[in-house]
């Protein structure tokens, strides 16, 4: 027979509690606060346009900010995505699960929303959870206590904003578009419940096409002549057939009226699916002042590059520095953004219990293989920037660990104090940060992506693969499903599947 523990006498009991009260919270005062935690991620910021990462190319176009954080953080140069595409990917952050787990799989409806985000998991645990910028999912935020979130894609001129506190309606707001959600972001860190330790989620709309910067930087890096990639001229003779069918060139694919702003033109010359319409549609957004100092900035260099009439070579040239230049601008106005964030925990003492996380939502290729956009699991669109500074560690460290947009979400909740639940798929970074970058024991070899969006405007074939740090191993499929670029789909005859092995 089991012999139970005597008990206590009640009147004891009753004398005992009042003298532990005191006892009890002099140990929660003394307790260590639980980390704040900061999501940065921009839409399309390639890694190359990432000064701290060293590329030509953002040697001219320094991010002096983001560098800051490299700096005092980690630099990661193995960080990749489960799938190189806008919603997919914010998908994989919010759950911690793959596409076909998640039922994110393109940019149209898909998400499972019964299942758990990890914003949820915060606020259960005490956290104030907050997100502004792009959601771009076909649900509501979910999980969290505040939000002001862009109506799809975004604008980046007078952008229009859903919040906990406007009924569901859309309201614009003047003024440009990182700008007005570094505001946001300000303003969560002004009225946060200050008893509680947050998260914040600070989602840019920047980089994303058509490259609208703003009007301060207009006129930035035109003195500049961009380093144009060595395989700029590629013609893919010597690749399979899924580079061949992409839709994704800047030469035939990038239009010089919505994408590089010569709204003079009236006709796009490549016969392109993009309309005059679409980019007025933007430019129309802006203020009186504003559209001015557009006019006055892009009126004149228009203009004379309609009077040089450039063909070939040149032209394709000329598209690349265009390009480029106005990616870069939008990037200058991200890295402000971050200098003002992290002003912000230095001033009002949180920078030394908050883990800040600078990253995008996939890569970009900025003029490689003729290339813009992204979709492929070729390294350029694959990988993706991060950087991460965690209070007490070491600065300027560079970690080759093989990481994924899948680990943001186990990681945030090992902050937390709270365990992952079993089918999260990511895994916490912690170990790598606490190991000053380097990667533990146990860790992954292998890395998985898919890519399932075609149809699509810029004819990407689905692939999936597998890659280690040398070799990447792609299966492309779905060729019967090709678009053309009339934005029609045809079918082809049979089905084709391709096997290729390619170097990192």
Known sequence: MEHLPNPIPYGLLLVALPALAPMAAAQQKDAPKRMNIIHIMTDDHSYQALSAYGHPLSRQAPTPNMDR?????????????????????RACLMTGLYSHQNGQRTLGKGIDT?????????????????????????????????????????EYYTPTFKSHLSGGEYIPEEGYATERITAHAIDFL??????????????????????????????????VTFPIPDNYYDTWS???EAAKVQRMTIDKDMTLIYDLKVEELDVEPTGAPHPKRALLNGLNRMDSVSRAKWEAAYGPRNQAFLESNLEGKELLEWKFQRYVRDYLRCIRSVDDSVGEILEYLDTHGLADNTIVVYTSDQGFYMGEHGWFDKRFMYEESFRTPLIIRYPGGKGGLVSNAFVQNLDFAPTYLDVAGVDKPKEMSGRSLLPVIKHSGKQPLRWRKYMYYHYYDLPSEHNVLKHDGVADKRFK????????????????????????????????
């Open 69 to 89: 954080l490299a700096s005092e953080g980690i630099r990661f140069d193995k960080a990749y995505v489960e799938n190189s595409l806008s919603t997919p990917s």
């Open 114 to 154: 019964t299942v758990t985000f990890v914003s949820e998991l915060l606020r259960n645990a005490g956290y104030q959870t907050a997100i502004v910028g792009k959601w771009h999912m076909q649900c509501e935020p979910k999980g969290f206590d505040w939000f002001y979130v862009l109506r799809g894609q975004g």
């Open 190 to 223: 002004e009225h946060r419940d200050t008893d509680k330790p947050f998260c914040l989620y600070v989602h840019h709309k920047a980089p994303h096409r058509n490259w609208m910067p703003s009007t301060k930087y207009l006129d930035l890096y035109e003195d």
């Open 238 to 240: 010597d690749k399979g």
């Open 473 to 504: 191993l792609i299966h492309f499929y779905g060729g019967e499903n090709v678009s053309i670029r009339a934005n029609a789909y045809c079918s082809r005859e049979g089905s084709w599947l391709h096997l290729q092995k390619v170097m990192l």
